[in-house]
């Protein structure tokens, strides 16, 4: 666990920058791939124009949620503290959140489908966040409650973990977050082989459904977040939120193909191969 990787002279080449660029950049590299093989011509030229307002909508999202929503009472006492991003501090609920107002923004500017897009790009939504959690483990900035047991990850000297918990071992959450991003990833391509398809915004409800329950159970582990009623932080209401919205696509898509319907804009991420 490193913040840094070397200075250059007085400034610091940050490990949460750097691997959070590196996940920002395979999950639209994986995206392109799937937009050239199962979307329509000219959506990867689309993706390419899309990219910077997904950076900087997701960066902001993820900022906001962060400070207004998951530690706002640290931030109202530390004002300063709010734009210093380097530190860590992204939700990446937020920063779906961010980046889905930025992507409504340019899909309806130029006319095409929302579901199309979103559909396309889950697989490479999945790939990122579970790279963006290694940001999280390196930074010390996100991490579990003590276990009160014989195993866990212990953070060294110079993390937010270690000044919250010294040494005390503390549930690997973060990284169990990590590899269920992969797993659902991987699932994601099994489920999407089913010969008869799957109808436009099934990818994108899977996300929404699958990730924040898992988000939710997993966020019981989680030591570095106030809690409020029932004992829940913010990431759990917002996975609840999600959720509700991810099972009422599911509902709707599901009842478009039934009555035969066309959702939009065909879309081939559903197609089997």
């Given at each position: 666990?490193?913040?840094?990787?070397?200075?250059?002279?007085?400034?610091?080449?940050?490990?949460?920058?750097?691997?959070?660029?590196?996940?920002?950049?395979?999950?639209?590299?994986?995206?392109?791939?799937?937009?050239?093989?199962?979307?329509?011509?000219?959506?990867?030229?689309?993706?390419?124009?899309?990219?910077?307002?997904?950076?900087?909508?997701?960066?902001?999202?993820?900022?906001?949620?962060?400070?207004?929503?998951?530690?706002?009472?640290?931030?109202?006492?530390?004002?300063?503290?709010?734009?210093?991003?380097w530190n860590g501090g992204l939700s990446i609920q937020g920063g779906i959140a961010g980046a889905l107002v930025a992507a409504i923004w340019y899909l309806r500017r130029h006319r095409l489908s929302f579901l199309?897009?979103?559909?396309?790009?889950?697989?490479?939504?999945?790939?990122?966040?579970?790279?963006?959690?290694?940001?999280?483990?390196?930074?010390?900035?996100?991490?579990?409650?003590?276990?009160?047991?014989?195993?866990?990850?212990?953070?060294?000297?110079?993390?937010?973990?270690?000044?919250?918990?010294?040494?005390?071992?503390?549930?690997?959450?973060?990284?169990?977050?990590g590899m269920v991003d992969v797993a659902l990833f991987a699932l994601l391509f099994v489920i999407l082989q089913r010969k008869k398809g799957w109808p436009l915004g099934f990818p994108f409800a899977y996300y929404?459904?699958?990730?924040?329950?898992?988000?939710?159970?997993?966020?019981?582990?989680?030591?570095?977040?106030?809690?409020?009623?029932?004992?829940?932080?913010?990431?759990?209401?917002?996975?609840?939120?999600?959720?509700?919205?991810?099972?009422?696509?599911?509902?709707?898509?599901?009842?478009?193909?039934?009555?035969?319907?066309?959702?939009?804009?065909?879309?081939?991420?559903?197609?089997?191969?």
């Amino acid at each position: 666990m490193h913040s840094y990787w070397f200075f250059i002279g007085s400034f610091p080449v940050r490990s949460y920058s750097t691997i959070f660029a590196l996940a920002f950049l395979l999950g639209l590299g994986v995206t392109l791939y799937l937009a050239k093989i199962r979307g329509n011509p000219g959506d990867a030229d689309h993706w390419w124009g899309l990219a910077p307002w997904l950076l900087v909508g997701g960066i902001v999202g993820a900022r906001f949620w962060q400070v207004f929503f998951f530690d706002w009472g640290y931030y109202s006492a530390h004002p300063g503290q709010i734009v210093q991003v380097w530190n860590g501090g992204l939700s990446i609920q937020g920063g779906i959140a961010g980046a889905l107002v930025a992507a409504i923004w340019y899909l309806r500017r130029h006319r095409l489908s929302f579901l199309h897009f979103a559909d396309i790009a889950t697989p490479g939504i999945l790939l990122g966040q579970s790279i963006g959690r290694d940001a999280d483990f390196m930074n010390g900035s996100a991490f579990g409650a003590p276990t009160h047991k014989g195993f866990g990850e212990v953070y060294p000297p110079g993390t937010l973990a270690y000044e919250t918990y010294g040494s005390q071992p503390l549930w690997p959450a973060v990284t169990w977050e990590g590899m269920v991003d992969v797993a659902l990833f991987a699932l994601l391509f099994v489920i999407l082989q089913r010969k008869k398809g799957w109808p436009l915004g099934f990818p994108f409800a899977y996300y929404l459904v699958a990730y924040n329950v898992c988000r939710f159970f997993l966020e019981m582990l989680r030591g570095d977040s106030p809690r409020g009623a029932f004992g829940w932080d913010a990431a759990q209401w917002t996975a609840l939120v999600s959720v509700a919205v991810g099972l009422a696509l599911l509902i709707w898509v599901f009842l478009k193909e039934k009555r035969k319907t066309p959702l939009g804009v065909h879309d081939k991420m559903g197609e089997g191969e």
